[in-house]
């Protein structure tokens, strides 16, 4: 058994988060569907649903997006005997959602694993969200060419010895030791390593903070290694036109 009507909270006003404002604004419905219903599972036992579909506009950006509603009759506060309302946004986003940094000067696949990373970490796709940001740091250093480099060694003797290695760990130290990344970096990006390995291998869930943070790391290291550069090389051009544009007014 099942009703369907129409545009009954039409213009109605909900407060939900904007993907565009980032925060809890006024939203007006522009088109609803309800539905409820009822299924019976014999003649003692049966579940009542409720279901609303939304397009909402926001009232300050004007973004549109969409909404829904749900409950049944087994969900419910065994504390107020009130049905439980589950929301649902669409793209989805909450307070902690992330906003998407633009990359002006970083090749294409290594924008769009970046995009990809944030859309998982949206998503509370976490296992996958740090698989990706150990991909990114495999990007980087296949753009920048770094093919390995030198990793210590602990023997049993206690005694350390350095070898070349191929592996995430041999690049990373290579990227140090080429001098794009210091030391301080480096080891940071170690540490996205283990976040990467443990999600991959271990298929281990890495912590919203863990990932929040990981994510933030890896921005900064994407605008230094291939932002900063070129609005460095861009304010040289600037000054240098202007000083010889000075001098030919002279």
């Known amino acids: 058994m099942r009703k369907v009507e129409f545009n009954k909270s039409k213009d109605k006003i909900l407060k939900v988060i904007c993907s565009d404002c980032k925060r809890e604004t006024r939203h007006k419905v522009l088109q609803s569907v309800d539905m409820t219903g009822r299924e019976d599972y014999s003649d003692d036992f049966w579940i009542a649903w409720d279901s609303i579909y939304q397009i909402i506009e926001c009232q300050g950006c004007l973004s549109v997006s969409f909404r829904t509603e749900s409950y049944n009759s087994e969900d419910y506060d065994p504390y107020t005997g009130k049905p439980v309302v589950f929301e649902r946004l669409y793209p989805y ?4 959602t992330l906003n998407i940094k633009e990359f002006h000067n970083i090749p294409v696949n290594l924008n769009r694993i970046y995009r990809e990373v944030i859309d998982c970490y949206n998503n509370e796709i976490n296992t996958l969200c740090a698989a990706g940001l150990r991909t990114i740091i495999e990007g980087i250093c296949a753009v920048l060419k770094i093919n390995n480099g030198p990793v210590k060694i602990t023997k049993k003797d206690g005694s350390v010895k350095v070898v070349r290695k191929k592996n995430l760990q041999g690049k990373i130290s290579g990227l140090t ?26 298929l281990s869930q890495p912590s919203r903070q863990e990932l929040a943070l990981a994510i933030e790391i890896i921005e900064n290291i994407l605008e230094n290694v291939f932002e900063i550069p070129e609005k460095a090389e861009e304010l040289k051009r600037r000054r240098f036109k202007r000083l010889k544009k000075h001098n030919s007014v002279k």
């Open 93 to 96: 986003r909450s307070s902690d």
């Open 177 to 202: 030791e080429k001098g794009i990344l210091t030391t301080k970096y480096s080891d940071i990006l170690h540490e996205h390593r283990y976040l990467g390995n443990e999600a991959v291998h271990e």
